[in-house]
């Protein structure tokens, strides 16, 4: 796979001095999405947050393939010369494991929020509780292409139309961002910044985790973070998680599904400074 200019991913830097922190956010994400976090860190730290392919102001592909984003962050970090921490939620967690066991000499650390190094079923379902809810990423594209853009008067419509699909506010919030008005005034059309068509099609490529290269492993220093309501997470899926990243510190944050970042943004913080602490010194 090339990575020549045409294929660089969108990348915006807080802070001026300091070790780097590198963000990768999840499926319908944006690098901006860690902003509040970033924030909190940029007094001490250059931290960079990255758009992945298919989403926000990168470039689109014509295929989801986790190795292919891995190759594609890891070109980002190179120019840095120094290594950095790497942090990614859920698919941007997959991502970043990609990486470390790929190319571990640009990490100092690694932060895997949310996700696990395992396959997810196509149900969604990971307990055998019935009314657990099967994974909605399906039926959240479906909605976002449902929308018609050229009758959407307001972003208040567009929450309205994604109510019925995305009954959160909060995620509905969240995939909003990813709605833009093109040009000046009321005339100006909207579009995604999603490849929504692609992501549709290969939904299931997300849920699988590629098989690492043989003997591949991350020893670096690993912080998991886990939403203590959600079910991405199972202690079921530790022994892989330690096989592939044997120095690894898992942390549950209360009160938290999914969204850890969002939900607990204070937590998430604190947490993730204190590790930087550690692995800094």
């Avoid at 509905?172 to 999603?194: K, T």
């Avoid at 490529?205 to 043989?214: C, D, H, S, V």
């Avoid at 998991?224 to 549950?252: C, I, K, Q």
């Amino acid at each position: 796979m090339a990575t020549n200019s045409d294929e660089r991913l969108h990348g915006r830097t807080l802070g001026s001095a300091g070790p780097r922190v590198v963000f990768v956010h999840g499926l319908f994400g944006q690098g901006k999405n860690w902003t509040t976090i970033a924030k909190g860190l940029a007094e001490d730290h250059r931290v960079t947050l990255l758009d992945l392919p298919n989403h926000g102001h990168s470039p689109w592909t014509d295929r989801v393939d986790y190795v292919d984003m891995a190759e594609l962050v890891a070109a980002e970090l190179r120019p840095f010369g120094e290594p950095v921490t790497l942090v990614g939620h859920s698919m941007g967690g997959k991502v970043s494991m990609q990486l470390a066991l790929r190319h571990p000499e640009l990490l100092r650390a690694l932060v895997v929020v949310d996700i696990a190094p395992v396959e997810y079923p196509l149900s969604g379902g990971r307990t055998d509780d019935p009314d657990e809810e099967a994974s909605p990423f399906a039926a959240f594209i479906a909605a976002m292409r449902a929308m018609d853009l050229d009758r959407l008067g307001t972003r208040a419509d567009a929450d309205a139309a994604l109510r019925a699909a995305v009954p959160s506010r909060m995620v509905r919030s969240f995939l909003l961002q990813s709605l833009v008005r093109e040009g000046v005034g009321g005339d100006g059309g909207w579009r995604w910044r999603l490849n929504l068509e692609l992501l549709e099609r290969d939904l299931g490529e997300l849920r699988g985790f590629p098989e690492p290269p043989p003997g591949a492993r991350y020893d670096g220093p690993v912080l998991w973070v886990a939403g203590a309501n959600s079910h991405y997470v199972l202690p079921e899926d530790r022994a892989r998680m330690e096989e592939l990243f044997p120095n690894t510190r898992m942390v549950r944050v209360k009160n938290a599904g999914h969204w850890v970042h969002s939900e607990q943004p204070e937590v998430f913080l604190e947490t993730v400074t204190r590790f930087l602490e550690r692995v800094e010194r």
